[in-house]
């Protein structure tokens, strides 16, 4: 398994922008298929964006379209989720995920995951 660690969640106030980061060690990050999961207190864990091997396809939640991007540089191991025009309701711990051959983008089909990293959206 790849391992994952997480960082550049924080504190940020609506409509602010983070950029989260998904640092890959101990397999051939490109690879992976990569994803970005989230979870809210008391709800289940929810995906939010995906991305390929190569990074020439992507794919988006509802809640993340026009205002998160996805992007991955092979050369660095590094995955990463720009977040703009936060909302309250963006506050959640956000999870990356890998997985060489996921079945669909739910969370089931991923084995790999960081320890996450919590993004609150103060209003």
């Known amino acids: 398994q790849v391992q994952l660690v997480e960082s550049g969640g924080g504190l940020v106030q609506a409509g602010g922008s983070l950029r989260l980061s998904c640092a890959a060690s101990g397999r051939t990050f490109s690879r992976y298929m990569m994803a970005w999961f989230r979870q809210a207190p008391g709800k289940e864990r929810e995906f939010v964006a995906g991305?390929?091997?190569?990074?020439?396809?992507?794919l988006y939640a509802d809640v993340a379209k026009g205002r998160f991007t996805i992007s991955r540089d092979n050369a660095k191991n590094t995955l990463y989720l720009q977040m703009n025009s936060l909302r309250p309701e963006d506050t959640a711990v956000y999870y990356c995920?890998?997985?060489?051959?996921?079945?669909?983008?739910?969370?089931?089909?991923?084995?790999?995951w960081g320890q996450g990293t919590r993004v609150t959206v103060s209003s």
């Open positions: 995920a890998a997985e060489i051959a996921p079945k669909n983008w739910g969370a089931a089909s991923f084995d790999s």
């Open positions: 991305i390929v091997w190569n990074g020439d396809n992507t």
